[in-house]
């Protein structure tokens, strides 16, 4: 029975002699080996020693009247204590010391209330220095405080060691309380200096532990130790750290750090630093390490708990630590970080963070970082980071979000630094929500020699990525991100990027990028192949704003390949100079860009600067490489308001003139509908200045194409450049191109431009100034123009539309084939043209049209030569009916001399008036002919060379003229001419030089020829040539009547001639008719209509 009165108090501080490693000691001692026991009521040391080396010392009272247990143990006693009788304090204060270290043995125990430890008090434990065998074992220091137990001031310790040079296992620190604190420098230590083990920590607290000003708990291997540190095991309701305290596990010799397990009922806190100068801190901290010159693996840190904090400076670390001007680096594993949380896990503020390091010099593997939290905020500087800077690779990153994860101002980051040999490690999250702001990060790089690792983000619901954040000097800026890079000097290959959400924004300069990183003034550019980018987002996928953009880039100077993007979405809307880029500007290729779409996709708009909302895949001028190949497939797409998709070869640097390269290819497969709409809008590809290669294709297959208001789809030779424009393919139900806009491929250099085909199922339709070009654009290309071919059901071209083939430069023009089902129909003032322009060399192509019904009214089409070569031959097959008619009036505002009330309509195949080769022969098939008011199907030479032939066969050829003013004739003409429109008053560009050249023949075979009201077939010279011949075969009849009853000045005859003007210096051709009737019918003009 103990008296809750009797209090026990020991305050010796006398001599006692030495212990067993020869140490002087003081205060109450009993022999090595036995047991001091100091029972009572409140128990109180003040400045006194208690020792028992080897053996055993209990401290405890009760201050309720009750019993306590003896039992013993050999000469070794030890107390039990009643459960539900209130236990007495123990103070131990004023460097009050309880020592028990020996040849083995040793043990501590306290039973209290409350226990205090003060101004460098302590509880000692373990093996004496020098003492022990490899069989030797410490005692273990227990404390059981039901209330509470305070540690406080520099020095004071509850501490079991090895000590140097002693052999053996330390013993075990167990601490069961209601709360404990730490503070001021106190310590909870488990230590090996010699050859052992370091005991394990274990303690419980029913409500809080809290550290505070530099309280520290650790368990450690000395730097000349060989064992392992012992495991720290915390269950509480609540942890607090603060102002430099640490929880911490290290070796600093041969053997493992330990294991740090925190169990939390509620918060784990870790918060702030103490200042040790303005160039140092001392960091509150979670520690597991290998320092420098350790060999061995680090521990784990385990946490769970209600919540997780770390601000101000708190910190979580696992690594193996970097080499000193003494010590090599630590060789090991580094520890993981496991932390499972049911509700937030917050990092906060600049130097707050979760790391694990494989630092400078080291060889082995850095730790893990796995988080599971209902929710995890990091702001304003915090980091979770991986990182491997010695031999070896990082540690993994793996988070686990049930509702969101938000970055501001903050990384989560896994690298390879400087002067590493490894891999990064990947970075794993899953969460419900993603949200990264304000130059908020998710990256993996390599800067060393080693792969950057790869991002893998799973979000239930959304991922953002918005804004950029401006440093105080306003001279630096830090985009929102999501990265995976080779730097500059590095070698290695950059990870991939997989990002899976229900919805994704890229707003506001935020970017995602994989690459390899050019040159810099110190570093030579990356080496290595650049990531992927696989996007996956179940709804919509949006990227908006200046500088927001997912690229794929291979820098200047790096060697390599530029990486891939992939992106399947519902729905893609790029605006407001957002792009997707995949480039080259070192030695390697251009990645390719893969975007496929359940629903639309949308690039619409530009942003202040004028750059476009698009897609582009570009080989830079100091690259050496080809351009990637860039896939949409969606079930609409549309490129709005400069919205563009780029394939470009850059021009070619002045180091880098002839260099060979091939542009990317861009498909297209659109479900719906494709439009093209606004200017600077559309698909272009091109091939620069001093490039020698192949220009991109475009292949696009549309449900419809719609291309309005200035759109383009464009593939073009560059001036300087040498080889081959793109090609353009387009498959689709429906083509409609308006108001201006164009499909075009062109040659500016030297080389051929690419072929354009399209097959549009139902019709085409071209209006308001649009057209579709291939063409030698410039007066310095070199090359021929590519074919144009066309299938389709209905072709209708308006509105000074046109389709053209031709050449500025030298080379040919390029052949025209249309195939429409039903019609082609071209209207008011529109063109369909292969030709070879004035100051041009080269021949013009051929153009063939077959359809079941040709209508052109007041519109003229054919193939011409106004420079040097031969015009293309022109060939017409209409099932159906073949209807010419109109003329083309002078635009309002045109004020040359050409043309000075317009140009005939029809058919022409032709050497114009500076041209100089050979006209190209016409020829229609169909089952009716009409020709009309100013039209004509003519084959002649206005300049230097043989006019062509024409060929017609039509079941019934009707030729007339109505009573609308038409200031040219009307029928079927070959010749040679000085002008065919001279009664309608136009100039003689030849200045009074006639044209040289032979008329070519005429055949026309029919069942019936009508020609009346002052239409003609004629064959004529009026320049230095022959006419050619005129042969006409009728089976049925030929009908040759009337005047022409328009407002003219001179009327027209209807009639069949060939002749020689009295200008020309050759003959007429003769003129054959074969019919069972021929009628002609005179006019006396003296009795024509009066015209008002």
Same mark, same amino acid.
């Given at each position: ?76 006693? /030890? ?165 430099? /305290? ?72 696992? !690594? ?34 979760? /790391? ?137 290959? !950059? ?167 091939? !542009? ?136 000074? /539309? ?291």
């Amino acid at each position: 029975q103990i008296s809750q009165n009797a209090a026990i108090q020991n305050n010796s501080i006398a001599p006692a002699g030495k212990d067993p490693a020869g140490v002087d000691v003081l205060g109450l001692r009993v022999p090595d080996g036995k047991s001091l026991l100091l029972v009572g009521g409140n128990v109180s040391m003040d400045g006194g020693w208690a020792i028992a080396n080897g053996g055993h010392i209990e401290l405890g009272g009760l201050t309720e009247p009750g019993s306590i247990g003896i039992q013993t143990n050999g000469d070794n006693f /030890s107390l039990s204590f009643p459960e539900g009788v209130q236990r007495g304090d123990v103070l131990l204060n004023n460097r009050a010391i309880v020592r028990v270290p020996g040849n083995g043995g040793g043990s501590i125990t306290v039973n209290a209330r409350n226990l205090n430890i003060l101004n460098g008090s302590e509880l000692f434990g373990g093996i004496g220095e020098g003492l022990g065998n490899a069989s030797t074992q410490a005692g273990d220091i227990t404390v059981d405080a039901i209330g509470q137990i305070n540690l406080a001031g520099t020095d004071s310790l509850i501490f079991n060691s090895v000590q140097s040079q002693a052999i053996g296992n330390a013993g075990n620190i167990s601490i069961k309380t209601g709360s404990l604190e730490v503070t001021g420098g106190a310590q909870i230590n488990s230590f090996t200096s010699g050859r052992g083990n370091a005991g394990n920590i274990t303690i419980q607290a029913k409500d809080t532990i809290s550290f505070d000003g530099v309280g520290i708990l650790s368990s450690g291997v000395g730097s000349n130790a060989v064992g392992n540190a012992g495991k720290i095991d915390m269950t509480t309701g609540s942890l607090s750290l603060r102002n430099g /305290s640490q929880i911490a596990t290290s070796t600093r010799g041969k053997g493992n750090a330990a294991d740090i397990k925190i169990q939390a009922r509620d918060a784990v806190t870790l918060d702030g630093f103490l200042p040790f100068n303005e160039k140092s801190s001392l960091f509150t901290a979670l520690i597991s390490s290998v320092e420098a010159g350790a060999v061995g693996n680090g521990g784990n840190i385990d946490i769970s708990g209600s919540s997780l904090s770390l601000t101000n400076g708190g910190k979580i670390l696992v !690594g193996i630590d970097k080499k000193t001007d003494v010590l090599s680096g630590g060789q090991g594993i580094a520890g993981n970080v496991n932390i499972n949380v049911r509700e937030a896990l917050t990092i906060s503020g600049s130097n707050s963070e979760i /790391s694990g390091a494989l630092d400078n010099g080291t060889i082995g593997r850095g730790g893990d970082i796995k988080i599971h939290a209902g929710n995890i905020f990091i702001r304003d500087g915090g980091t979770i980071t991986t990182f491997t800077d010695g031999n070896g690779n990082a540690g993994d990153i793996f988070i686990t979000s049930r509702n969101g994860i938000s970055l501001d101002k903050s990384i989560i980051t896994n690298l390879v630094l400087d002067e590493a040999i490894g891999n990064a490690g990947k970075i794993d999250i899953i969460t419900g929500s993603l949200l990264l702001t304000n130059g908020g990060q998710v990256s993996s790089s390599t800067r060393g020699q080693g792969n950057a690792g790869d991002i893998t983000i799973q979000a239930k619901d959304t991922v953002t990525v918005d804004g950029f954040q401006l440093f105080d000097n306003k001279n630096s800026i830090a985009y929102t991100s999501i990265l995976s890079d080779v730097d500059a000097g590095a070698v290695g290959n !950059g990870g991939d990027i997989d990002i899976t959400a229900g919805s994704f924004f890229l707003t506001n300069g935020a970017q995602l990028g994989v690459g390899v990183d050019g040159k810099t003034n110190i570093l030579r550019g990356g080496q290595g192949i650049g990531g992927k980018v696989n996007i996956n987002v179940r709804d919509t996928f949006t990227i908006s704003g200046t500088n927001s953009k997912i690229v794929g880039s291979l820098g200047a100077g790096a060697i390599g390949r530029s990486g891939d993007i992939n992106i399947q979405a519902g729905n893609l809307f790029l605006k407001d100079g957002a792009q997707i880029n995949s480039f080259s500007r070192g030695q390697g290729n251009a990645g390719n860009i893969n975007i496929t779409a359940k629903d639309a996709v949308t690039f619409d708009g530009t942003d202040s600067n004028g750059n476009e909302s698009g897609l582009f895949s570009v080989v830079g001028e100091d690259a050496i490489g080809n351009g990637g190949t860039v896939s949409i497939t969606s079930g609409s797409l549309s490129l709005n308001n400069g919205g563009t998709l780029g394939i470009y070869v850059s021009n070619a640097s002045d180091a880098l003139q002839g260099k060979k390269a091939t !542009g990317g290819t861009a498909n297209i497969n659109v479900r719906d509908a494709f439009t093209i709409s606004g200017e600077e809008s559309g698909i272009f590809a091109s091939l620069g200045s001093g490039v020698v290669g192949t220009g991109g294709d475009v292949n696009i297959k549309a449900g419809n194409l719609f291309i309005q208001d200035s759109g383009e789809i464009s593939s073009f030779l560059a001036s300087g450049a040498e080889g081959r424009g793109g090609n353009v393919n387009i498959q689709t139900g429906n083509l409609l191109i308006k108001n201006g806009s164009i499909i075009n491929s062109s040659t500016y250099g030297t080389g051929n431009s690419g072929n354009i085909s399209i097959t549009a199922l139902n019709a085409i339709s071209l209006d308001s100034a649009s057209y579709i070009f291939n063409s030698a654009e410039s007066s310095d290309a070199v090359g021929n123009a590519g074919n144009i071919d066309i299938t389709t059901g209905s072709l209708n071209i308006a509105n000074r /539309s046109g389709i053209s083939a031709s050449t500025l430069g030298q080379g040919n023009g390029g052949n025209i084939t249309i195939e429409a089902r039903d019609l082609v129909e071209i209207l008011g003032d529109s063109r369909l043209a292969s030709n070879v322009l004035e100051d041009a060399t080269g021949n013009s192509g051929d153009i063939t049209i077959k359809t079941g019904r040709l209508i052109v009214r007041n519109s003229q089409i054919g193939p011409s030569t106004f420079g040097e070569g031969n015009a293309g031959n022109f060939k017409i097959i209409a099932t159906d009916s073949v209807e010419l008619s109109g003329q083309i009036y002078k635009r309002e505002g045109d004020n040359s001399s050409e043309g000075s009330v317009g140009f005939p309509g029809g058919l022409f195949a032709q050497i114009d008036a500076f041209g100089k080769g050979r006209g190209g022969n016409l020829s229609v098939e169909t089952r009716r002919l009409s020709v009309s008011d100013g039209s004509k199907i003519q084959a002649a030479t206005f300049g230097d060379g043989d006019a062509g032939n024409v060929f017609i066969r039509a079941d019934e050829i009707d030729l007339f003229e109505t009573e609308q003013q038409n200031f040219f004739s009307t029928g079927v003409f070959a010749g040679v001419q000085t002008d065919g429109r001279t009664e309608a008053g136009i100039i003689d560009f030849r200045n009074g030089r006639p044209p040289q050249g032979n008329g070519g023949n005429l055949t026309i075979q029919t069942g019936k020829l009508s020609l009346r009201d002052g239409a003609e077939i004629f064959a004529e010279t009026t320049g230095i040539g022959n006419a050619g011949k005129i042969s006409i075969l009728a089976s049925e009849s030929i009908n040759v009547s009337g005047i022409s009853t328009g407002a003219l000045e001179r009327q027209r005859t209807s009639k069949i001639t060939a002749s020689a003007s009295e200008r020309s210096t050759g003959n007429a051709g003769s003129l054959t008719i074969q019919t069972p009737l021929l009628n002609v019918a005179m006019v006396d003009l003296s009795v024509a209509p009066v015209r008002e």
